[in-house]
């Protein structure tokens, strides 16, 4: 491996630091060592040609490595569905270079054991980075807090019992009030358990239709609106995941106008798809919180134009044919994403919903800055994540060429836009596309 | 004469012209039940599965029978698991049994969609015995020809729906099915039982069940199934029997000629009096009868001869 890396003639784009432009950028020992316009860019290169490897840009797009607040790697205990290395490859292979999972493991990653684990395995597989999320409460009970400093010392970057919401207004609060003198933020799964129960779509005509049990917005709104009340009360940091309503878009804007220390999140399926497309009963569509409305599709994206919305995450949940080829009551929720989320969005800027460099913020430098990351950007000395993207080269999703271990994906037949042809993490080429 | 499609799902994919083409045919079917020796040999030879994953006997026991009429063999499975706690998907199940070359899959799910699911995976037919709260197709098809026989046409009838329609497999196809025939239905019921965006299916929307069954020609009870009121959609079976239960005073704003009716089992005393249900009006125990009918003609439609055109 050559020591040196030069990215020629890509158009760089960096939402941090303003940059776009036709730029050369030079990579040394993992780190940037230079961002230089390529017009401008007189650097003599013969003198080091043996140590440095190039990497001819031109007509690619150069970002800051995607970022991805929101995964679940599956490992350990549900290996089947997705270990730490076939995600990290997943990630790779959509352009990210550093992720955040889930603590719904099993066990849960609920104590620094756990923790420890999933950084071994991360290491072990040598890819993106990955950053675990701590559990806010032993085994996802909702009873019993989690050990948050060790989990800190540990590794993890933030806490949250995503997959379930936590129920109990009083623990939320105490977790509130435990994570805020970390800096850490509790990430919210908005659904009130008792609105939602039975349900396995969105609650309005098309559920009256599909003769399914709905799940009506105010499920979420509920709970986003009491949880905007406890940052308040506590001034812990609340993210949001997932948001799926108009409601708890309204609820977040005012809650920032307010100066709430509220951030959030939302996938690309929730921007794309409304509850429309259940109407083939694909279990491939089946997702907690379920694909809303029209109005709530606009509404989301609205909120992401804005600023309401922080970041797009994926909350990437792969699961097996055991889990989705069943009935549609039983099958469960959610659907993988990392390999298709820089594609979706960029339908978005094709459509002319938002613009280019507005998405590359959300993948990069919002998403860090919303967990504290030093990740997202393109700056002089900091390490050398790179994301190489071929705007024009047209892709199909097929479940035999996802990298992720299941094929969950709503994305399955459809050709799309923007192919991520490489991944770089500290200086190195992790994926070729 | 035959269908031009695989499988009878719902009643909301169906045309005019099929719907029309399975009620004649059930009308000549029917003698067939009304004679000494109850058999056509039209399906000898042919094989048709009723899978049923939620208890049932009335609609089982009706499809075996216009089944056994047409002289095909049918083979009753009955499954309480569903596929997730066998560890089999959908498509395990679909690839088993059509290794065992069956014509027509009869299914009956507690989740709606499944027998979709199912078709998109069986090369033979799939007839939906009820899915979820879904659709019911042959419940309506039936239902149509019972109310045809007794007033001739359906255009123009009004149709009063009444009792759970958010669970309701029964409604949702009869209220595709009357209100593609030209008939206006009225579907009534508490607000906890009315799902949202009804009115989008193509029928009116009250809570009065009177405004409902004022002049109306059919008054169709759904039954309250004990078994889903702990989520508390109504107080008790006793206000729900006095706002909502069919009984004679509130019969009696309906049409005179007016047919009741209902897609049993009924639950005596709850939405329907005793002495409703075995009145002169009601056609409770007709609408069995023609379910043998109509489910033959399915079958027949489904399976049968092509005819040569002359």
Known sequence: MKKRLLIRGGRLIDPASGMDGIYNVYVREGRLEAIIETASDETDITSTAADLEIIEAAGLLVLPGLVDVHTHLREPGFEYKETVATGALAAAAGGFTTILTMANTLPVNDNQSVTR???????????????????????????????????????????????????????????????????????????????????????????????????????????????????????????????????????????????????????????????????????????????????????????????????????HAPHSTIEKDIEWSAAANGVVGLETAFSALYGLVSEGVLTLNEIVAFFTINPARAMSLAAGVLKVGSAADITLIDLDKNWTVEAETLRSRSKNSPFIGQTMKARVLKTIVDGVVIYNG | MRLDRKDLLTIKDLSLDEIGLILDTAASFKEVSEKDIKKVPTLRGRTIINLFYEPSTRTRTSFEIAAKRMSSDAINISLAASSVKKGETLSDTARNLEAMRPDCIVVRHGSAGTPQMLARHLSCSVVNAGDGAHEHPTQALLDLFTVKEHKKHIKDLKIAIIGDITHSRVARSNIYAFTKLGARVTAAGPRTMLPPGLSSLGCEVTTDPR????????????????????????????????????????????????????????????????????????????????????????????????????
Request: hydrophobic share 45%.
């Open chain 1, 117 to 315: 684990y999933i950084i071994r395995k991360a290491a072990e597989a040598g890819l993106v980075k990955i950053l675990p999320i701590g559990a806010v409460s032993i085994g996802l009970s909702g009873q019993v807090l989690t050990e948050m400093v060790e989990l800190k010392e540990a590794g993890c970057v933030a806490f949250s019992d995503d997959g379930i919401s936590v129920a109990n207004p009083a623990f939320m609060r105490q977790a509130l009030e435990y994570a805020a003198p970390l800096g850490l933020p509790v990430i919210t799964h908005a659904e009130d358990p008792e609105l939602s129960c039975g349900g396995t779509m969105n609650e309005g005509t098309v559920s009256t239709v599909l003769g399914l049990k709905g799940i009506p917005v105010a499920a979420e709104d509920v709970v986003v609106a009491r949880d905007i009340e406890l940052a308040k009360l506590t001034g812990g940091r609340v993210h949001v995941a997932h948001v799926s309503t108009a409601g708890t878009v309204e609820l977040i804007r005012n809650a920032k106008q307010e100066g709430v220390n509220i951030t959030a999140e939302v996938t690309p399926h929730h921007l794309v798809f409304t509850d429309e497309a259940l109407r083939s009963y694909d279990t491939n569509f089946k997702m907690s919180p379920p694909l809303r409305t029209a109005d709530d599709v606009r509404a989301v994206r609205e909120g992401l134009k804005n600023g309401t919305i922080d970041c797009v995450a994926t909350d």
């Open chain 2, 211 to 310: 405004e409902a069954i004022k002049n109306a020609d059919v008054v169709m009870m759904l039954r309250i199934q004990s078994e889903r009121q702990n989520n508390s959609a109504i107080p008790s079976a006793r206000e729900y029997a006095r706002v909502y239960g069919l009984d004679k005073e509130k019969l009696s704003l309906a049409a005179k000629d007016a047919i009741v009716m209902h897609p049993g089992p009924i639950n005596r005393g709850v939405e329907i009096t005793p002495e409703v249900a075995d009145g002169t009006k009601s056609l409770i125990l007709e609408q069995v009868t023609n379910g043998v009918a109509v489910r033959m003609a399915v079958f027949y439609l489904l399976l049968g001869p092509v005819r040569e055109e002359d």
